[in-house]
């Protein structure tokens, strides 16, 4: 009774959050709408903007394999690129609703667009930690890219045999928020630190790329838990 209590609270603190944001966007939005951008322009600028930061976290690290350092600066950019494209995901969705625009094929776009966008984020991080000689920060962060799709492939498969799958603490927004701004955060403290100082600030991204591997693969497994609950229901 308690744990369905703590969901129900985190899923209404999720709501409200979420319907928060709807508030600030929707003028934006009802600005999109009246210009005639469609949600798949939308989506489609959001997958680049994507694209774009995980170029930008590529190019960060870069610097330490030619020897010339991380850049941490460039780091930033991808941080502030990532969080405000991913802002998209969510822009899509409501000039679909608002602009009475939704469609199943801009449903299926919007989900495989946001795998990639997965895909080349955390693909550049991994990039990123090996060009500053971090195997370790590599793995793990193959690790959240495994969970992250897995979280999303086990949702689709769910769907697909007619099973409502959206719990787990772990989904894409929250992922978003914690790589961007652990992104932020390690660029921003780069730039911040001198020469002399210890302090390495891919510890920031490391830590959150471990909270992204671990969570995310808890949320699968949780999901594959919840399948298998509601199968044995209908059987």
Same mark, same amino acid.
């Given at each position: ?30 600005? %999109? ?88 984020? %955390? ?12 195997? %370790? ?55 911040? %630190? ?42």
């Amino acid at each position: 009774m308690i744990a369905m209590d703590i969901k129900q609270s985190a899923r209404n603190q999720r709501n409200s959050l979420q319907q928060g944001i709807y508030r600030i966007i929707n003028p934006f939005v009802r600005l %999109l709408i009246r210009l005639h951008i469609t949600p798949n322009i939308v989506t489609t600028i959001g997958f680049l903007g994507n694209v774009a930061g995980a170029a930008v976290t590529i190019a960060a690290g870069y610097g330490a394999i030619s020897g010339q350092g991380v850049d941490y600066t460039l780091l930033t950019w991808a941080g502030a690129l990532i969080i405000g494209f991913s802002l998209f995901d969510m822009l899509d969705g409501q000039v679909a609703r608002l602009g009475g625009m939704s469609s199943t094929f801009g449903a299926m776009y919007d989900s495989v667009l946001d795998r990639y966008c997965e895909l080349f984020t %955390l693909g550049g991080i991994a990039y990123y930690f090996i060009g500053c000689g971090s195997f %370790l920060g590599a793995l793990v962060t193959f690790l959240a890219l495994v969970g992250s799709i897995m979280v999303s492939y086990v949702r689709a498969r769910a769907e697909g045999l007619d099973i409502e799958c959206k719990i787990g603490f772990m989904q894409r927004p929250e992922r978003v928020v914690v790589t961007s701004v652990a992104a932020l955060a390690t660029g921003i403290t780069g730039m911040c %630190l001198d020469e002399t100082s210890e302090f390495d600030p891919n510890w920031i991204l490391f830590v959150a790329m471990c909270i992204i591997a671990v969570f995310a693969n808890m949320t699968a497994f949780a999901r594959i838990a919840h399948c298998r609950r509601e199968l044995s229901k209908k059987n």
